[in-house]
């Protein structure tokens, strides 16, 4: 990384009041990457380890007003995409990275809740096929998301191998297919491809529940791009970042829920 400029990796997203997902989660993600974190807040959460109480939205002038700022004053190397709560949300962001062009764009489409409930209306689902996904340099879905937007099952393997290759036709420039949720043995797959190299990226399943790993994985990719890293090795190297984070990770809560050790996993 040239030290002559400070890059820095702007979050669009969601707040956790609980600081384990969200906009918290990814300024903790950049700042151990050692990149300077940026944020504008598209959402207010009420939230802690056992779930989310309330939502609030702010006026979208006011989240253009949050780009703006951010953009105008600062060399932003990439842009971080997380919860975006509805069309009109969509749009706006969809608006800015239209204006400014950012070099890379990783988007966590965060369209399914941990309960398994809808997040988007099919109106923020359109705008997010339509306007946001062929901005992207980056989707990180997971398999519920995945299932979600192809409007079909993975089931096993070769269904999210066929998923990969589909997930990318939708228009962004490549592909995280996350496979928490898909049984593969012992192992957790996450399959990667960019119409040109196709990937797989395994780790062991470890047996707990955590919060904000969704959230700190496209962080930390955001970060690693603005650090010039290949897009591939950034997918790996914030997926190794990740699992440190579960394994030193902690439960401040009253929940068994753990939240990732961002410091533990920097060593």
Not at 34 to 51: E, F, K, P
Not at 67 to 92: P, Q, R, S, W, Y
Not at 96 to 113: C, K, S
Not at 154 to 168: H, N, V
């Amino acid at each position: 990384m040239n030290m002559s400029t400070t890059y820095s990796a702007l979050t669009i997203a969601g707040s956790d009041s609980g600081g384990g997902a969200g906009i918290q989660a990814d300024l903790k993600a950049f700042a151990a990457h050692r990149v300077h974190g940026l944020s504008a807040i598209a959402a207010l959460t009420a939230q802690n380890t056992r779930g989310v109480s309330a939502v609030h939205v702010p006026p979208v002038g006011f989240l253009r007003a949050q780009i703006d700022a951010c953009f105008d004053d600062f060399t932003i190397g990439a842009v971080k995409l997380g919860m975006l709560a509805n069309a009109e949300v969509i749009h706006a962001v969809a608006d800015a990275l239209e204006t400014y062009r950012p070099a890379f764009v990783v988007l966590d489409p965060v369209m399914i809740a941990t309960s398994g409930a809808r997040l988007l209306e099919d109106s923020a689902l359109s705008a997010l096929r339509e306007r946001l996904i062929p901005l992207a340099t980056l989707i990180t879905p997971n398999i519920p998301e995945a299932e979600f937007l192809l409007g079909q099952p993975i089931s096993d393997a070769a269904s999210a191998d066929a998923a990969l290759e589909q997930l990318r036709q939708l228009g962004a420039q490549a592909v995280l297919l996350k496979g928490g949720h898909l049984l593969e043995g012992n192992e957790v797959v996450d399959r990667f491809s960019d119409g040109q190299t196709v990937a797989r990226f395994t780790h062991p399943r470890l047996p707990l529940e955590a919060h904000g790993t969704g959230c700190t994985l496209a962080s930390a990719i955001t970060a690693l791009l603005c650090r010039q890293q290949p897009l591939a090795t950034a997918c790996e190297g914030a997926i190794g970042y990740v699992a440190r984070g579960l394994q030193w990770g902690y439960q401040p809560g009253k929940s068994s829920v753990r939240i990732l050790d961002h410091i533990g996993a920097a060593r």
